[in-house]
Structure formats: structure tokens, C-alpha cells
């Protein structure tokens, strides 16, 4: 269709993957706080940014990437390169391997970069409103 050309164009793709990775990001890592004294729970961590940045800087458009054994499932038919994946960090808290500043760190910076990609995005969509209807904002 025309307007999926349109829209492939605008970058809404890479910022609506960039979204849902750092949503994702923000998930996990909360789910890692709340199991920070559950015996033997593994820290997961998300991973997109190098699959992310190749695949958009060599011009071409996401595909599925084949998930490493044992990574959880993001959804199935996602076209993004987002993969969950258990923490092979050797920290060690005591109870389990969640270290809490790594933890509080990861939240921080994952909504810092949701916050800006969503800055980038309502500037997207404001200009192509512009764009469609004729008038300047």
C-alpha cells in the first residue's frame, strides 16, 4: 500500500522497535528487582542495541533473527531483534546473581532512552500532521 511505503520512509519503525525495546528493557529488569531474594533465580537482561544499529545503518529493514537457545520468547512473528536473555554475570548477592545497582542503573538509562525515543516520535508524527493537513505548527 502506498501509505505503508509512506510510513517505512518516515522511520516510525525503527522508533516503534526502539519503543518496544526499551519497554522490554524496563520489564525485565523490574522483574529481576522482585526476585532479588528468590533462591537460585538467574537475572535476565535485553538485548537490541548492535542487531538495532547494524541492521538500520546497512539500510535495510528488520527481519526475524533466530533467538539463542535458551532466551525467552519476545513474541512470535516479531519482525525486531529484541532477545531476553539470562545474565551470565558471575555476581553473586548472596541469594541469587541480581545485583541491585547494576539493576537501578538499567531502569534509569532504559527510561531516559523510552522518554527521548518518545520525544522523537511525537515530533515525527506532529511534522507528518503538518505535512498531511497543510499547516504549519
Known amino acids: 500500500m502506498i501509505s505503508d511505503q509512506f510510513l517505512a520512509r518516515t522511520g516510525i ?10 519497554s522490554m528493557r ?10 532479588i531474594q ?4 538467574q537475572a535476565r537482561n535485553v538485548s537490541f542495541e ?4 547494524r541492521v538500520f545503518s546497512e ?3 528488520m527481519a526475524s533473527v533466530q533467538q539463542p537457545p535458551g532466551s525467552i ?3 512470535s512473528g516479531s519482525r525486531s531483534s529484541i ?10 548477592n548472596g541469594v541469587n546473581n541480581v545485583n541491585l545497582e547494576e539493576e537501578m542503573i538499567t531502569q534509569a538509562r532504559a527510561n531516559l532512552s523510552y522518554s527521548m525515543v518518545a520525544k522523537v516520535t511525537e515530533g515525527l508524527i506532529t511534522r507528518i500532521s503538518s505535512a498531511i ?3 504549519v505548527k
Open 13 to 22: 519503525e525503527r522508533l516503534r522497535t526502539a519503543l518496544s525495546a526499551y
Open 26 to 35: 524496563q520489564k525485565v529488569s523490574s522483574q529481576n528487582i522482585a526476585n
Open 38 to 41: 528468590t533462591p537460585g533465580y
Open 50 to 53: 548492535d542487531n538495532f544499529n
Open 59 to 61: 539500510g535495510i529493514r
Open 73 to 75: 520468547p519476545i513474541t
Open 83 to 92: 532477545t531476553v536473555e539470562k545474565n551470565g554475570d558471575d555476581y553473586f
Open 133 to 135: 493537513s497543510g499547516k
